[in-house]
């Protein structure tokens, strides 16, 4: 079975084609980074206004790239929700504009089920699993028992762990987007800035506000007393905070629902700080862990066909009076 998956949730307009959920036949991805980089993070109204020019221009591609045509489609994947409402109404309305010319069902699915399934692409999914999302948008510990069947046990309070990369890097000077390049400071720094382990309890929750607002005052406070920030230290000491938070409670939620498959998922799952300590903590607790490769990590068409997929098997359809949702509670 072929899906047809569309992804335009943010600011990349991509559009795949994946075989029975796990293969992937081709995918074209159009990012409007480095126009977003120029105002430091995504404007939406260019964004929807991008979307609108690529889309049918990705969607022609990836059909030539696969050597396929629309008859060859069985069904047509469609994230629609959460993410930003103008930039989910471009993708719909393509999708729904192919779904009734074509004749071809239509897939509805929900943007971290995408994350989640694109570790499918990789190796096929075990259960019971815990998933770890952590993207821009995003900080979720979702339980899983079977295909497509999600449970969420811990969502952040407030910023989400990507959106928080984004503020310290630009509290510490760097570009957009800020999060591949903390990263890659923390690498070069050590460990010497007194931050605070956030919401360090026994819940699943998360919590990043107050140590971005740590690393915002901590900033202003040297500088006012004349001293320089050392940028490597600094960026060190945050994602050792955000990669011990994330690790620790992953682990609880693992140990606590008895579960030994763990898969990361989301932009923030190519960080390689949070990738090294997950295969450290698996290996010692014997837990098999996959993470996706770089490329499924960021959105992506190919992980709204592989989840489409199952959501088809499972029989959801949706009509041509679906609507985008910025907002969207997974079930």
């Known amino acids: 079975m072929y899906i047809l998956g569309i992804e335009s949730s943010c600011d990349e307009t991509s559009v795949s084609i994946v075989k029975n959920g796990t293969k992937e036949i081709s995918t074209v991805i159009l990012s409007q980074m480095d126009v977003h980089a120029y105002y430091g993070g995504v404007v939406p109204e260019i964004a929807s206004r991008m979307h609108v020019e690529n889309i049918t221009i990705v969607i022609e591609e990836t059909l030539k790239k696969a050597k396929m045509t629309m008859d060859d489609i069985d069904a047509i994947a469609i994230?629609?929700?959460?993410?930003?409402?103008g930039s989910l109404l471009v993708g719909l309305m393509a999708a729904k504009t192919l779904s009734f010319i074509y004749n071809k069902?239509?897939?509805p699915v929900h943007h971290i089920a995408g994350?989640?399934?694109a570790n499918n692409l990789v190796k096929e999914l075990e259960f019971p699993l815990i998933a770890l999302v952590v993207s821009g948008g995003h900080t979720q510990l979702v339980y899983m028992k079977e295909n497509y069947n999600f449970k969420v046990i811990g969502s952040t309070?407030?910023?989400a762990v990507g959106e928080a990369y984004d503020k310290v890097a630009r509290v510490i000077g760097l570009p957009?987007?800020?999060g591949p390049l903390v990263d890659k400071l923390s690498?070069?720094?050590m460990d010497t800035y007194n931050l605070p382990l956030p919401l360090n309890d026994k819940s699943y929750n998360f919590s990043f506000s107050g140590l971005k607002s740590s690393v915002i005052n901590l900033s202003h406070n040297e500088r006012q007393r004349g001293n320089e920030i050392i940028k490597e230290n600094l960026a060190c000491s945050f994602q050792n905070r955000v990669v011990e938070i994330l690790?620790?409670?992953t682990m609880k939620a693992l140990k606590d629902y008895k579960v030994k498959n763990l898969i990361i998922a989301g932009g923030v799952a190519a960080n390689r700080g949070l990738r090294k300590s997950m295969e450290k903590e698996s290996e010692k607790n014997d837990i098999n862990l996959t993470i996706p490769e770089i490329k499924y990590c960021t959105d992506n068409g190919a992980m709204i066909a592989a989840a489409g997929y199952y959501a088809y098997l499972r029989?959801?359809?949706?009509?041509?009076?679906l609507n985008a949702k910025a907002t969207l509670e997974m079930k």
């Open 157 to 159: 309070l407030d910023d």
């Open 247 to 249: 690790t620790k409670k």
């Open 79 to 85: 994230a629609y929700g959460p993410g930003l409402i």
């Open 105 to 107: 069902p239509l897939i």
């Open 176 to 178: 957009y987007p800020g």
């Open 115 to 117: 994350h989640i399934y």
């Open 315 to 321: 029989g959801d359809r949706a009509d041509l009076d």
């Open 187 to 189: 690498k070069k720094g």
